[in-house]
C-alpha cells in the first residue's frame, strides 16, 4: 500500500519541519507554512506503525473546504492548496490549548460518566443521561497542547487563565470562535444527513495579532459523526450510534489491549484492516462534503508533493 508516513523535504528558505502526529510542518522564511497531511495514524495519541491510504488527502481537503465554509464568521490561516496533501498558510503563534467542544455524551465524555464522574474540564454535567445522549447545551472542554509523545491533558477554563496559558481577553474570543464554528458545523452537517457529535478547533494568532483559525477543522481526526437518520431509535433501544470519526479505530484498539498506556503493545494492523480504515474515511469524506473522492495519483507521493510546493513557491 503506497502511503506517505514521512517527509524531507528542502524547501527555498525553509527556517525549520516540525513533526507532529499525523502532520509535518514547514516554515518558510518565517512567514509562511507549508503543513504536508501524511497518511499517519494517531489513536490515544500514539502514531500507529503503518499508514492509511489517502488518509492525508482525504484530511486535508475537508480541513480546506471547512476553512472556506466558515471564513465568513471565523478568520483562518490559509492562503492555498497546490496539492491534495498540503495547506500552505500564515505562519501563526498557536495557543498551547486544543478548544473541545461537546454537544453529546461520547467518546472521552461516555468514558469518564460511565466512570461516575459529572465535572469534565470544570463543567458539569447532567444527572441522568446515557452515552450518546445529546447534552442540554454544547459543553466546551478544552485539554492542553501536548509536546511530542506526551498526551493532551483536560484543563478547566478557569486553570487556563489561572496559569496565564491564554489571557482572558482572548481566551472570550476562543470561545465565541469555537461555539460559531461548531454551529456553523452542525447546520452543515444536517444537511447532509449527519450529526455533528464532537470537535476539536486550534487557534493561533498571526504576526499583527489577528485570532484565527488554524490546522484542521471537521475533519474524522478531530470530530465525531452520527448518521442522523435512526438516531434516536438506535438510543431508545440502547443501541451503538451508526457513527463516521475514528472512534472506530479507537474501538477495535481497546478490543485488542491498547488504550496506549505503558506496556501495552499496539496490535497488528492486516492490510485488510487498513483497506477497511481507509474506506471508512473515504465515505465520511464523501458524506461530509456531499462530492465523490477523487483519489490523487499515490505512484510516487512525495515527489509529487515537492513538486506542486516549489511549484507554488516560485511564484510567491
Not at 467542544?101 to 461520547?106: D, K, P, Q
Not at 511530542?148 to 491564554?166: P, T
Not at 470530530?223 to 435512526?230: I, K, L, P
Amino acid at each position: 500500500m503506497n502511503t506517505i508516513t514521512t517527509t524531507n523535504f528542502n524547501f527555498p528558505n525553509q527556517k525549520s519541519v516540525y513533526h507532529g502526529k499525523v502532520r509535518e510542518v514547514y516554515n518558510i522564511n518565517n512567514e509562511l507554512l507549508v503543513m504536508v497531511a501524511t497518511d499517519r495514524l494517531s489513536a490515544f495519541d500514539v502514531v500507529m506503525p503503518k499508514g492509511i491510504p489517502y488518509k492525508g488527502q482525504i484530511l486535508n481537503q475537508i480541513a480546506t473546504k471547512f476553512m472556506e465554509l466558515t471564513q465568513d464568521i471565523v478568520p483562518n490561516w490559509l492562503i492555498a492548496t497546490p496539492d491534495p496533501n498540503v495547506a500552505i498558510g500564515y505562519l501563526c503563534e498557536p495557543f498551547k490549548v486544543e478548544m473541545v467542544i461537546r454537544g453529546y455524551v461520547s467518546g472521552h465524555a461516555a468514558r469518564e460518566y460511565a466512570a461516575g464522574k459529572r465535572t469534565l474540564c470544570g463543567v458539569t454535567m447532567p444527572e441522568g443521561l446515557k452515552e450518546n445522549d445529546k447534552f442540554p447545551t454544547p459543553i466546551i472542554t478544552p485539554s492542553t497542547k501536548a509536546d511530542n509523545g506526551e498526551h493532551d491533558e483536560d484543563i478547566s477554563r478557569e486553570d487556563i487563565l489561572a496559569k496565564g496559558i491564554v489571557s482572558e481577553e482572548d481566551y472570550l474570543v476562543l470561545e465565541k470562535y469555537t461555539r460559531a464554528l461548531f454551529q456553523r458545523g452542525t447546520e452543515i452537517a444536517a444537511s447532509r444527513g449527519l450529526i455533528l457529535v464532537d470537535t476539536k478547533y486550534e487557534f493561533g494568532k498571526t504576526k499583527d495579532g489577528k485570532i484565527v483559525l488554524i490546522d484542521e477543522i471537521h475533519t474524522p481526526d478531530s470530530s465525531r459523526y452520527f448518521y442522523a437518520d435512526g438516531y434516536q431509535e438506535r438510543q431508545n433501544n440502547g443501541e451503538d450510534q451508526k457513527q463516521l470519526s475514528k472512534e472506530f479505530v479507537r474501538r477495535w484498539l481497546i478490543e485488542n489491549g491498547f488504550q496506549g498506556k505503558e506496556g501495552q503493545t499496539i496490535p497488528n494492523m492486516t492490510d485488510q484492516y487498513i483497506q477497511t480504515v481507509s474506506d471508512r474515511y473515504i465515505e465520511l469524506f464523501e458524506n461530509i462534503i456531499g462530492e465523490e473522492f477523487i483519489k490523487a495519483d499515490i505512484s510516487d507521493i512525495n515527489s509529487r508533493i515537492e513538486k506542486n510546493v516549489l511549484n507554488y513557491l516560485s511564484k510567491k
